[in-house]
């Protein structure tokens, strides 16, 4: 592609996705960026003690470095998004069971999205990661609508039994922070990692 993008400078090299998200990719696209999928397969488990902002950012950084090993020339851009409530991290439900007992859990609440960012360039010894949260409070909801959302299927792929992408956005009171964050790819976050690997974008 010939560079063009106001506010990410041209990396000078082959940009891939550590990720098999949709939405991740539509972002990028909607950048204008020109990328190749390759998702990483790793282990998601939270480590004993691991708070949720030094958990996102790890598998964002693992993931990228898991697919830069064998792409030492590119830019891997690797992200992860995780729900917490009471302090608890909430993955992608097992079974419609788990997520009708998320989103009963998440009803007329406010809970906290985390999403992370990483850089991984390794010809260049580049690595950079950080995440944004925002908080997302939820309507009160009626059990058939919990029954009726499950049954729809959005719910099962995605942390915390939801998506703001989908019918989901109706579950939304309001939020404090940015949409992209709960989106799952925190441009804001991406933009100022790429800003410190490869500088401000050249304007002519």
């Known amino acids: ?13 082959p940009i891939i996705l550590a990720s098999a998200s949709p939405r991740r990719a539509d972002i990028l696209r909607a950048q204008g960026l020109e990328f190749t999928v390759q998702p990483a397969q790793i282990d998601e488990d939270v480590m004993p003690g691991e708070t949720p902002g030094p958990h996102v950012e790890r598998l964002a950084l693992d993931k990228a470095r ?7 020339n590119a830019l891997v851009l690797g992200f992860d998004t995780i729900v917490v409530i009471d302090g608890e ?34 010809d260049a010894g580049q690595e950079q990661v950080a995440h944004s949260t925002t908080g997302v409070r939820f309507r009160s909801l009626a059990p058939d609508e919990i029954t009726a959302y499950v049954e729809h299927g959005e719910p099962m792929d995605k ?5 703001i992408q989908g019918v989901g956005a109706m579950l939304v009171e309001h939020l404090e922070g940015g949409y992209f964050t709960v989106m799952g790819l ?10 410190q690997v490869f500088g401000a974008p050249v304007t002519r």
């Open 1 to 13: 592609m010939s560079w063009k993008h106001p506010f990410l400078s041209d990396p000078g090299r």
């Open 186 to 195: 925190p441009l804001g976050c991406m933009r100022e990692l790429w800003a």
């Open 89 to 122: 991290i909430l993955g992608k439900p097992q079974d419609a069971a788990d997520a009708s007992r998320m989103l009963g859990r998440l009803s007329g609440r406010t809970h906290v999205v985390h999403s992370s960012c990483a850089l991984v360039c390794v």
């Open 159 to 163: 942390a915390g039994a939801w998506g």
């Open 66 to 72: 898991a697919v830069a090993a064998k792409a030492d």
